[in-house]
C-alpha cells in the first residue's frame, strides 16, 4: 500500500503568514491526491482534490501543487479560523485509499 | 443539499461485531459513478480508510481489515451499513460515512461530504 508522510507533524504560525505542507507518497502518484482540514470534534473539510483543484466553496487562499510523489498544500495568508489539522489522502487504483499522519497547525 | 449520518451502538464488547448505518439524503447511490465509503479516527489520532461501496453494488476494503468488514447498501432505504467482526480495544474510535466525489478522471475517490460521526468504544 502507498504511504503518505506529510512534514512538518506540527507547525506554528501567525496570522497572515504564508504556510507551506507537504506530502511524500511512498510510490508515484498520478494525480489522485486531495487535502482536508479538520477542526477538533469535526468532520474533515474537503481542501483540494486531483493535487491542485479547488473544492467548491473553499477560499482561494488555499492551493494545491505537486505530481509524482511530492505534493504541496499552501495557505497564502493565514486567516484565525485556518488553525487546524490538515491531512492528505491519496487514491491508487487497485483501489486504495490512504491518508496522512496528519500536520497540525497552531498559533504562535 | 447532502446529508448524512452514523447511526450505532455506542460501546461494543471485545469479540462482538459492530454494525453501523449511514443514512444519507440528497443523492441516490443507485446513480453512475456515486459513492459512500466509511473511515473511522482513533482518538487523538489520524484518518483511516476502511470500505466503499460503489454504486454498481461494487465494494473495496482496506487490505488490513479486508477479513473483518462488510458494506452492504440498501438503495430503498438510503442507506450504508458497515459490519466490522472481532472487535477490540484498539479499534476504539470516531467512525465516519461519507459521499464520494470524483475527480477529473471519474474513477478517483475523494469524500467531499461526511457525517458528524459516531464514537465506538470497545470496553468490557
Same mark, same amino acid.
Given at each position: ?61 488555499f492551493s494545491g501543487s505537486g505530481s509524482g510523489t511530492d505534493f504541496t498544500l499552501t495557505i497564502s495568508s493565514l486567516q484565525p479560523e485556518d488553525f487546524a ?24 | 443539499?447532502? =446529508? &448524512?449520518?452514523? @447511526? +450505532?451502538?455506542? %460501546?461494543?464488547?471485545?469479540? !462482538? ?10 443523492? =441516490? &447511490?443507485?446513480? @453512475? +459513478?456515486?459513492? %459512500?465509503?466509511?473511515?473511522? !479516527? ?83
Amino acid at each position: 500500500a502507498i504511504q503518505l508522510t506529510q512534514s512538518p507533524t506540527s507547525l506554528s504560525a501567525s496570522v497572515g503568514d504564508r504556510v507551506t505542507i507537504t506530502c511524500r507518497a511512498s510510490q508515484g502518484l498520478s494525480h489522485a491526491l486531495a487535502w482536508y482540514q479538520q477542526k477538533p470534534g469535526k468532520p474533515p473539510i474537503l481542501l483540494i482534490y486531483d493535487a491542485s483543484s479547488l473544492q467548491s466553496g473553499v477560499p482561494s487562499r488555499f492551493s494545491g501543487s505537486g505530481s509524482g510523489t511530492d505534493f504541496t498544500l499552501t495557505i497564502s495568508s493565514l486567516q484565525p479560523e485556518d488553525f487546524a489539522t490538515y491531512y492528505c489522502q491519496q487514491f491508487s487504483s487497485s483501489p486504495s485509499i490512504t491518508f496522512g499522519q496528519g500536520t497540525r497547525l497552531d498559533i504562535k | 443539499q447532502i =446529508t &448524512l449520518k452514523e @447511526s +450505532g451502538p455506542t %460501546v461494543v464488547k471485545p469479540t !462482538q461485531t459492530l454494525t453501523l448505518t449511514c443514512t444519507f439524503s440528497g443523492f =441516490t &447511490l443507485s446513480t @453512475s +459513478g456515486v459513492g %459512500v465509503g466509511w473511515i473511522r !479516527q482513533p482518538p487523538g489520532k489520524a484518518l483511516e480508510w476502511l470500505a466503499l461501496m460503489y454504486w454498481d453494488d461494487d465494494e473495496r476494503y482496506s487490505p488490513s481489515l479486508k477479513s473483518r468488514l462488510t458494506i452492504i447498501k440498501d438503495t430503498s432505504k438510503n442507506q450504508v451499513v458497515l459490519k466490522m467482526t472481532n472487535m477490540d480495544p484498539v479499534d476504539t474510535a470516531t467512525y465516519y460515512c461519507a459521499h464520494r466525489r470524483r475527480g477529473f478522471n471519474g474513477y478517483e475517490w475523494y469524500f467531499d461530504y461526511w457525517g458528524q460521526g459516531t464514537l465506538v468504544t470497545v470496553s468490557s
